[in-house]
């Protein structure tokens, strides 16, 4: 990786992180989608949604920590400057908290979206 000296390669790198947390998000709801979908129904007086939901709790929690982890041990280092680093780490912090945004947001509206689904049962009620 080519270390990061300039302004030009620091925005540079702070657009890229900002992409990167849309990413993660999506591929986040996608893998929640995924193992949601793998966990069978009950039957009878039916919880497997509970299950659901711990899925969502965990790889969203997972996908929070992990971006931002990754971003402060491995890309916060290859900055040289320490101002710049201080820059980097609040605009970290900012992508890290809009990934958990657009990760929540999104898996809520995919969850109204399939309201009838194993993913929308993690809503509780289901309309029949």
Known sequence: MIPVTTIQQLN????TTYVYSVAT???AVALVFLFTSLI???GGADKSYVKRRWVLIIIGLLAF???YLYGDLVVLPRIKNSGFQAMYSNKLLLASL???VVFVASSFVLMLALRNGKFGSMLGKQNK
């Open 65 to 67: 920590f992990g971006f």
């Open 40 to 42: 069978p129904w009950e």
């Open 12 to 15: 540079s790198l702070v657009s």
């Open 25 to 27: 998000a999506l591929v």
């Open 98 to 100: 809009l990934e958990l």
